[in-house]
């Protein structure tokens, strides 16, 4: 049953996110939280769940000529170097802290496109 839901949610995420852009995170890491994993976890296994939605969204945008190359590569080669910091600070925060600071972030972002013009 376990797997079900995470293959109906990993389906909602690849829709939800080669639609708006959304990397799936903000959905694959409080479903991962709702099973039970530690932030860490989520948080890791998360991104190579986004990896793979990435990949095949990226394809599906590429075919379409929606895709700026050098933007998106200059981007990404900077978020290596910012993504190996990432991890270490996370180790040092108790789960109930990045819940709470996970959700504000949600809500700051959820308030933020709600009331943009």
Same mark, same amino acid.
């Given at each position: 049953?376990?797997?079900?839901?995470?293959?109906?949610?990993?389906?909602?995420?690849?829709?939800?996110?080669?639609?708006?852009?959304?990397?799936?995170?903000?959905?694959?890491?409080?479903?991962? !939280?709702? %099973? +039970?994993?530690?932030?860490?976890?989520?948080? $890791?296994?998360?991104? @190579?769940?986004?990896?793979?939605? *990435? /990949?095949?969204?990226?394809?599906?945008?590429?075919?379409?000529?929606?895709?700026?190359?050098?933007?998106?590569?200059? !981007?990404? %080669? +900077?978020?290596?170097?910012?993504?190996?910091? $990432?991890?270490?600070? @996370?180790?040092?925060?108790?789960? *109930? /802290?990045?819940?709470?600071?996970?959700?504000?972030?949600?809500?700051?972002?959820?308030?933020?496109?709600?009331?943009?013009?």
């Amino acid at each position: 049953m376990k797997l079900v839901l995470l293959a109906a949610a990993g389906i909602l995420i690849g829709l939800f996110a080669s639609f708006v852009g959304l990397g799936g995170g903000f959905l694959v890491v409080p479903l991962l !939280l709702y %099973l +039970g994993y530690t932030p860490q976890r989520a948080v $890791g296994t998360s991104f @190579l769940a986004i990896l793979i939605v *990435s /990949v095949g969204a990226l394809f599906g945008h590429g075919r379409l000529d929606h895709v700026d190359w050098r933007v998106g590569a200059v !981007l990404g %080669l +900077g978020g290596i170097l910012g993504a190996q910091a $990432g991890p270490r600070l @996370l180790e040092g925060i108790p789960a *109930s /802290v990045f819940q709470k600071a996970f959700a504000l972030i949600l809500l700051a972002l959820a308030l933020q496109m709600f009331f943009k013009k």
